[in-house]
């Protein structure tokens, strides 16, 4: 079994990897000819900067294996990773219809998810020992 700290590292990755991955659906919708370029680019764009944003955040508080975290690290960053993956959601219903209700949704879970994610991973890492 890798240590904690591995898989806390790998969750760390996932979840904005995931994030980006989503939001590149768009560009994808539009290239088709589904959605309009300019409704793709609104939903790729902050989906994408706040992906880089998560994922810099975790590689800022990373101590590598020397600290290990708490037992309760999931269940601190199980609500900000749904509500990204919410925000993810949102980009794939996006690259399928242009719905303005798809936009206010993706900014609301986007601003609130990343907000409790990268809470969560300032407590999960200063309670690391």
């Known amino acids: 079994m890798p240590p904690a700290s591995a898989i806390l590292r790998l969750l760390a990755f996932a979840v904005p990897s995931a994030l980006a991955a989503a939001g590149v659906q768009p560009l994808l919708g539009a290239a088709t000819g589904v959605v309009r370029l300019s409704w793709a680019i609104g939903l790729t764009a902050p989906a994408v900067v706040v ?24 269940w ?30 993706m900014w609301v879970l986007l601003i609130v998810g990343s907000l409790l994610w990268a809470t969560a991973m300032v407590l999960v890492r200063s309670a690391s020992r």
């Open 51 to 74: 992906a880089g944003l998560v994922y810099g955040v975790g590689r800022m508080f990373d101590r590598g294996d020397a600290l290990q975290p708490p037992w309760y690290s999931a």
């Open 76 to 105: 601190v960053l199980f609500p900000g990773a749904f509500l990204l993956a919410g925000a993810a959601a949102m980009c794939i219903f996006g690259a399928l219809v242009e719905f303005s209700l798809i936009t206010w949704t």
